[in-house]
């Protein structure tokens, strides 16, 4: 059994974990960080959005290579990426997925384009 301590960063639209993910379990890694975006799929993602995300994941993560795969480190990754989502979701590069389970609007209320009214 692996002395491996589990480290994670979960925000509302961001989980990181340091581990592997092996038969849908979570294997801790001292050096991998494994990254699930929106896991309650309050968002519709195209797959450039998505790429989006996990570009940026990719570059903050190697911002830290060298440091401790830390709390405090994978926290700020997973902050930044939180912050990423929610401009993509005001630029209107991804939006809130109307069908989802959960409706909480977190990152603000949807944009609803208004219908033309005959008056």
Excluded: C
Aim: proline share 3%.
């Amino acid at each position: 059994m692996s002395d491996t301590i589990l480290i994670k960063s979960t925000t509302r639209h961001v989980h990181i974990f340091t581990a592997t993910v092996e038969n849908n379990e979570l294997i801790p890694s001292k050096n991998v960080l494994t990254l699930d975006i929106d896991p309650d799929n309050e968002f519709n993602w195209s797959e450039e959005a998505l790429q989006t995300v996990y570009r940026k994941f990719d570059e903050l993560v190697e911002s830290y290579s060298g440091a401790e795969l830390s709390e405090y480190n994978v926290r700020r990754i997973g902050s930044d990426l939180e912050h990423l989502i929610r401009s993509m979701l005001q630029r209107g590069e991804i939006s809130y997925n109307l069908d989802s389970r959960v409706l909480n609007y977190s990152m603000g209320l949807p944009r609803i384009e208004a219908k033309p009214t005959n008056a």
